[in-house]
């Protein structure tokens, strides 16, 4: 059942303290009309009000990857696709963490796949291989991210740098390895790397993974005076759209959809906070041939068992919301985003 927003601090014209940016990897409108009709008409997506299109992309091809994509909100740089938080030359850019840290304001990053995958690195680490997960692991030392949970913790805990964890250890990170270990945490800096079966799809019994990171990090973060920056993935929208399969898909943008909820019942309760939801790219070329949200049943036809570059939907909630109205490059997602805040 979706959360009722208040509307009380949404489309307001002052800025924001903190900024939730939650990225469904591979939802397009289509997967999000699929997750609604399965849902019987119901998602806390549609009560978001103030609705932007992003077009997606890269520097060097009309479709983008979620390497180039995430560059291109986490920096505000469109680059080439695969390069991670890199110009097309190869020269690193800042990301968001990077330009708030000096502000006092403090990151999180969460992912329910591989943290080491394009859509989180983009965040802390840079590269010009998204598949250089040893090198992107690596790059946390000297990022400003605060909080990073997701998994394939060999990448970290069996580097090619043997002393990488120690070094970690030594920039203030807490190493845990389990969800109950991080929830019963208050340590402010954590690195919080699980089981890949921690992030098996939802079909296979994840469950709420997502959701209670994005609370505990919530939790965490809002106790910064200065404020913070969160951005949470639902990662495996994307990986139903790649296997052509619906109920993967939908299962996952349901998932993705619970956290939209948290997120408006925390910036209603907090008065401070901007929300913005979208996706770096639509998988799939999904369409709907049959969708009775009656029923609570969808059928649809993908037509590629890649990425597409129809314009994602981006949705905001909160102060600031208003100017994330229109068409833009999904590099003004970046622009908007520290607009939002009060530094410069
Ligand atoms: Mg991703
Ligand atoms: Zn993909």
Redesign the pocket.
């Given at each position: 059942i979706p959360y009722q927003p208040t509307y009380k601090t949404d489309g307001l014209q002052k800025k924001a303290k903190n900024v939730i940016l939650l990225?469904g990897?591979?939802m397009g409108l289509a997967q999000i009309q699929a997750g609604l009709s399965a849902n019987f008409g119901r998602l806390n997506i549609i009560n978001i009000k103030h609705i932007g299109l992003s077009r997606t992309e890269a520097s060097n091809s009309d479709f983008t990857d979620?390497a180039a994509g995430?560059t291109a909100m986490a920096t505000g740089s469109k680059t080439n696709n695969r390069y991670i938080s890199v110009d097309t030359n190869g020269k690193p850019l800042k990301a968001i963490p990077d330009l708030l840290a000096p502000f006092g304001i403090k990151s999180g990053i969460i992912?329910s796949?591989d943290i080491t995958?394009?859509?989180?690195a983009a965040f802390y680490a840079h590269q010009t291989e998204r598949s250089m997960s040893q090198e992107l692991a690596a790059d946390l030392v000297n990022s400003h991210v605060d909080i990073l949970v997701g998994s394939k913790r060999k990448s970290f805990s069996e580097n090619q740098d043997n002393r990488l964890m120690e070094k970690l250890a030594r920039r203030g990170y807490l190493y845990q390895k389990s969800m109950v270990d991080f929830v019963s945490s208050d340590a402010a800096k954590q690195l919080v790397l699980l089981d890949d079966s921690a992030t098996r799809r939802v079909l296979d019994g994840r469950k709420e993974m997502l959701k209670i990171a994005f609370l505990k990090t919530l939790q965490l973060l809002s106790k910064n005076e200065k404020g913070f920056f969160i951005m949470a993935?639902g990662?495996q929208i994307?990986h139903g759209g790649h296997a052509n399969d619906l109920p993967f898909m939908v299962t996952e943008q349901h998932d993705f959809d619970r956290l939209v909820g948290e997120a408006l019942k925390f910036a209603d309760q907090d008065g401070e906070t901007l929300v913005i939801v979208t996706a770096?790219h639509e998988t799939g070329g999904l369409s709907l041939l049959d969708a009775a949200y009656k029923r609570g049943t969808v059928r649809g036809n993908f037509s590629t068992d890649d990425h597409t570059n129809i314009m994602v939907p981006v949705f905001a909630y909160g102060p600031g919301s208003a100017d994330f109205m229109g068409v833009y490059p999904n590099v003004k997602i970046f622009s908007k985003i520290i607009n939002a805040y009060q530094v410069k």
């Open positions: 990225i990897d591979g979620s995430a992912s796949g995958d394009a859509t989180p993935e990662a994307d770096d």
